[in-house]
């Protein structure tokens, strides 16, 4: 089992940049980690996956802003955030699931990204 712990979320004006981080308790080299969002009202959308392999896709409205990483030495994932919207305004989560274990799925308690001027 892996805990997983998200920072870096905040205010932020339209254009803008943020870095988001996962901090896992454990190894993730086995991990296919990703980043999804919660607005308001809406349902949870997947935003960026990478793979335990470092592959990675991402949602259409992200595509070509966003970056995902990972840094397995530290069991660290990333989501660089650039060209912000206010639509990209939501409660952001970190998410992990054992390659070997699909059926498993952790969560971490999210962090806020509000886009505003």
């Known amino acids: 089992q892996v805990q997983l712990v998200e920072s870096g979320g905040g205010l932020v004006q339209p254009g803008g940049s943020l870095r988001l981080s996962c901090a896992a308790s454990g190894n993730i080299f086995a991990y296919d980690m990703a980043w999804y969002r919660q607005a308001p009202g809406k349902q949870r959308e997947l935003v960026a996956r990478?793979?335990?392999?470092?592959?990675?896709n991402y949602a259409d409205s992200v595509e070509g802003r966003f970056t995902i990483s990972r840094d397995n030495a530290r069991n660290m994932v990333y989501l660089q955030m650039n060209s912000l919207k206010p639509e990209d305004t939501a409660v952001y989560y970190c998410?992990?699931?054992?390659?070997?274990?699909?059926?498993?799925?952790?969560w971490g308690q999210g962090t806020q990204v509000t886009v505003s001027s």
């Open positions: 990478i793979t335990s392999s470092s592959n990675t």
């Open positions: 998410n992990g699931i054992p390659v070997v274990f699909k059926t498993m799925s952790y």
